[in-house]
């Protein structure tokens, strides 16, 4: 196995057991959301969440690329770096006290837009404070990654997690405080991530503001805000439309089946935090191509095989931890977590555009991505519901896959193994799809079911040497 794979596959390992862990605290919390909110309350939950969402991109104006981005030119020189730090954090800092300040005031309209009820303008005011805690951070958090500090940045985002889960139990459990809780933990822990990332990359900082090296970094950041606005509105949009179209308790039992479906960032994340800080120094080997052909190939089989767990094991998982009002959304999960893959494949395929700094095509691709889930779910949520809503975002997520391998093969080309990558994506969906006709007579049927799935997966990945 060649240095890079090592190198992409030591960091994943640490990433994804680290997201493992956080993603088990997770699944610690939604127990405590489903049983101490009614149904409207956890939708409410979501479409403030939404709100947080949507605002983290605006926040943020592509910084986080640009510090990664521009890292590989300053990382040898102490006082560049520390100047390029200066600069990012006091420019973050103005912004988004700027942004939040906005928000605070015009909390009442926000709450009108988001839920239609002014009344919860309280709510969206902690997101506000939440969302400059968190801009503040992402210096720190991005240059963790870049100097491959694999296990201090888990160490941060896993400390996070668990606070957070004892401040739910004290502020939902014990006090009763519902959603307003949930937020105010979010606050908090925000706060505490602020004073480690401070003790971590304040004494780098040196010099003072520089208004050149801000330009260049807006001027690489900038572009970005229009794909991941597009990347968001696939993600998010879905919920909005559902609340609108069809109420907030079926936003209630969909957000439970989407968070489940989503917990497949475990693999995704774990892979790109691993991969982004070594596929640029692939180029210059003369068997590059090979290299980001077989990562290709993995990725997709690991993330395939997480689907196909995720299919078969959710109903059972729903069961366990959910009222039978909540039933319905093992239906989404299996949708939900192949969104999720393609996803990653999407940002795997963008290789060649990043390589050549031809990325022009990228947005207009996610842009239309981005309509076409919301025309789909315009068109079909008032008919079918929620399951449309998630079947709209698997469909935006193709077009985004497809659009983005072909781009980035036309400027570099990979020669990706399409046929094995096709055959992974083919027996996978038609295991899960044979799972969910299939009704088990108990608990232990379905595990075994749910079990026997991801296993037949994985032997078909080894007797047909996919790999």
Not at 58 to 76: E, P, Q
């Amino acid at each position: 196995m060649s240095r890079p794979i090592r190198d992409t596959l030591r960091q994943a390992v640490i990433y994804g057991l680290g997201n493992a862990g956080m993603s088990l605290l997770s699944l610690a919390l939604l127990p405590i959301y489903v049983r101490y909110l009614t149904l409207a309350e956890y939708g409410l939950l979501a479409l403030v969440l939404l709100y947080h969402a949507v605002m983290t991109r605006f926040y943020d104006l592509g910084m986080t690329n640009s510090v990664g981005r521009f890292f590989f030119d300053v990382r040898s020189d102490a006082a560049a770096l520390g100047r390029m730090l200066a600069t990012t954090q006091r420019f973050l800092f103005g912004h988004a006290l700027v942004l939040s300040l906005l928000g605070w005031f015009a909390a009442e309209q926000i709450a009108e837009v988001f839920t239609g009820d002014p009344s919860l303008a309280g709510l969206f005011r902690i997101v506000a404070v939440t969302l400059f805690l968190e801009a503040l951070t992402l210096p720190t958090m991005t240059l963790l990654r870049m100097e491959e500090r694999a296990g201090a940045w888990v160490s941060i985002q896993f400390g996070r997690l668990a606070a957070a889960l004892v401040l739910n139990i004290a502020l939902v459990v014990g006090l009763g405080l519902g959603a307003r809780g949930i937020l105010l933990a979010q606050a908090v822990t925000a706060a505490g991530v602020v004073v480690v990332a401070g003790v971590l990359v304040l004494p780098r900082m040196r010099g003072g503001f520089d208004a050149e090296v801000l330009r260049r970094m807006l001027s690489f950041g900038l572009p970005f805000l229009p794909v991941l606005l597009g990347v968001l509105v696939i993600d998010l949009s879905d919920r909005y439309l559902l609340q609108w179209i069809r109420g907030e308790e079926e936003v209630g039992v969909y957000t439970l089946g989407y968070r489940l479906g989503q917990a497949l960032l475990l693999v995704v994340t774990a892979f790109n935090l691993g991969w982004n800080p070594v596929r640029f120094r692939i180029a210059e080997q003369p068997d590059a191509r090979e290299i980001y052909r077989r990562v290709g190939t993995m990725y997709w089989a690991a993330s395939m095989a997480a689907v196909v767990a995720f299919g078969t094991l959710g109903r059972e998982v729903v069961r366990l931890i959910a009222t039978p009002e909540y039933y319905a959304a093992a239906g989404i999960v299996p949708l939900i977590a192949l969104s999720y893959a393609l996803y990653g494949l999407h940002v795997v395929f963008t290789l060649g555009m990043g390589l050549t700094k031809r990325t022009a095509a990228l947005a207009p691709i996610i842009l239309i991505s981005a309509a076409l889930n919301v025309g789909l779910n315009l068109w079909l949520i008032p008919r079918f519901g929620m399951i449309a809503a998630a079947g709209a975002t698997v469909a935006a997520y193709v077009v985004a896959v497809v659009g983005t391998a072909w781009a980035s093969e036309r400027v570099y080309r990979v020669g990706y193994a399409w046929g094995r990558m096709g055959a992974i994506a083919v027996v996978g969906i038609a295991i899960v799809l044979i799972d969910q006709r299939i009704e088990p007579e108990s608990v232990l049927a379905g595990v075994a079911l749910g079990v026997a799935g991801p296993a037949l997966f994985v032997a078909f990945l080894l007797g047909t040497g996919m790999l």
